[in-house]
């Protein structure tokens, strides 16, 4: 797997400072990416044991809240057995610190047994991965205002809360134990 970049105080991708990953490599290609340079598989640089140390000593500090994950596209099979090891050894290492992950495929269609990005390593991934936002950008809906995601279709997902519970359950501000709504609560007309 190649990366893009390694950002160690980043505030834009979650809450808090945190740790990110970019990724290499994306089939999605959404028109209007912010990142287009990332679809290319070698793009940047090859990610390595010593990348690995890299990441885990950036997040070896009291201030940062955890790791993100962006891309290109963590869930591409071909990134998914290198994302799996360092997810293992960040919940090892660090496990009061939170993971989200930023995904152009769905929680409960893409990722589940039989799913288009479906590998003996995505279990594994989702397992240890806290917030997920899913679903591609959709250029017309781009809306600014939005926190954390960048087209109103994408969804920002409290994954152990919607394991635990079998249905997808949607993360708001005032994070992991705050406000969920479901899909169906989100039909109803109630408002995020």
Partial sequence: MNFATIKKFDVANGPGVRVS??????????????NAEAWDFDYGEKYTDKTEE???????HG???GLSLLGGEPFDPKNQPCVASLLKKVKERYPQKDVWCYTGYTFDK???????????????????????VDGKFVEELKDVKLR???????????????LEEGRVRLWLDGGIGGSYYTDEDLAKGKKV
Avoid: P
Wanted: net charge positive; with cysteine.
């Fill in 21 to 34: 990953l970019f990724v290499s490599g994306c089939n999605h290609r959404c028109k209007g990416c912010f």
């Fill in 54 to 60: 890299e990441i885990l000593a950036a997040l070896d």
């Fill in 63 to 65: 201030f940062i809240s």
């Fill in 110 to 132: 893409d990722l589940v047994k039989g799913g288009a990005a479906y590998t003996e390593y995505t279990d594994g991934m989702v397992s240890r991965i806290d917030v997920l």
């Fill in 148 to 162: 954390f995601r960048g087209s109103s279709n994408q969804r920002i997902i409290d994954v152990k809360r919607s």
